[in-house]
């Protein structure tokens, strides 16, 4: 009779486990992952991690084979290589080398037009740049603007 009870009991609590588990949600879900970061161009092309950033429409700045760590999270840092396209001011030649973009805080955008137009999305909010000058040096600069706020509504 005891061991009759015995099970009875351990098959009720087995149940009582097992019905717990099934109706648990995991520990990690799709909600808590973070949605992805993009770059928006000054054509409104939406990308992460870019490897590749222009800073005017046809001939100036733009950093390329950029290699970035953290993309996506609260910090990213790229590493390229910086050049001038457009003709240098006579007698002297245009900076090039090395060039590291920081960028930080992901917020939501919903861009105007582009590859993205309409859906909700999220960009760096702050982004600056150290890069070489003429003069030799280099220099951290403010370059926020080109990194797709102003597409967005």
């Known amino acids: 009779m005891k061991f009759r009870e015995t099970a ?18 995991p ?3 799709a909600r808590s992952s973070k ?23 046809n001939a100036g700045s733009q950093v390329n084979h950029l290699k970035w760590t953290g993309w996506g999270k609260n910090r990213a840092v790229g590493r390229g290589h910086y050049y001038v396209t457009s ?17 930080w ?10 590859n993205r137009e309409g859906k909700t999305i999220h960009i760096y909010k702050h982004a600056r740049m150290l890069r070489p000058v003429s003069g030799g040096g280099r220099k951290w ?4 603007a080109f990194a797709g706020a102003a597409t967005c509504r």
């Open 141 to 144: 600069i403010d370059i926020s």
């Open 8 to 25: 009875i009991k351990a098959l009720v609590l087995i149940g009582a486990v097992a019905t717990c588990l099934a109706f648990t949600v």
């Open 87 to 103: 003709p240098p001011i006579p007698g002297e030649k245009n900076p090039e080398g090395a060039a590291r973009i920081v960028v």
């Open 27 to 29: 520990a990690t879900s």
């Open 105 to 114: 805080k992901p917020v939501k955008c919903v861009p105007d037009f582009g």
């Open 35 to 57: 949605p992805p970061v993009f770059w928006i161009d000054l054509s409104g092309t939406a990308q992460q991690h870019p490897d590749f950033v222009f800073f005017s429409a």
